[in-house]
């Protein structure tokens, strides 16, 4: 599955690069013009890649937050790999919509740490409702509708299982 790298630049420039490995030590870079191009890793440490691109070796060389390629620095303040998801609701959640009111679940089972709405409060989609904790993972609860909060189910310090309602939305 190909991997999304967000490469924001010294300059303030932001980059999107898709890697898709072609195989054991073979890769394709899809850069944001649109071109790809194919790499071959030679050598892989633990702070240093040397990778071969078009015939031409590149050693890669990573210390503290800083990059260099071929011992110049490369002028990156920031790399992040971008996850993408989708919310896809349920049979059950669109049957209780449909029922008289709309509902945010637990996604896993845990303790809630913090509850951020009250009855009353209007919830866009994306905002964090409840903040939970499981396996020492901090989750921010969003939720996936819009509307105003007619009831919240669970307190600060409770454990919930998955699935279990967290607030009620009208």
Known sequence: MPRKIRVKTVYGQTYELVIDK??????????????????????????RVLIDYDGVSYSIF?????????TQPLLVSNIAEIYETRIERREEEKKTEVAGGKVVKAPIAGRVVDVKVKPGDRVKQGD???VMESMKMIIEVKSHL?????????KKGQSVGKDSPLISLK
Do not use: C, T, W, Y
């Not at 819009?146 to 669970?154: C, D, Y």
């Open 128 to 130: 964090v409702v409840v």
């Open 146 to 154: 819009e509307g105003e909060v007619a009831e919240v189910h669970v």
């Open 22 to 47: 072609l195989d054991k030590d073979k890769f394709k870079l899809k850069l944001p013009d649109g071109r790809e191009v194919e790499m071959r890793i030679i050598k892989l440490g633990s702070d």
């Open 62 to 70: 990573f210390s503290g937050d800083q990059a260099f390629i071929n």
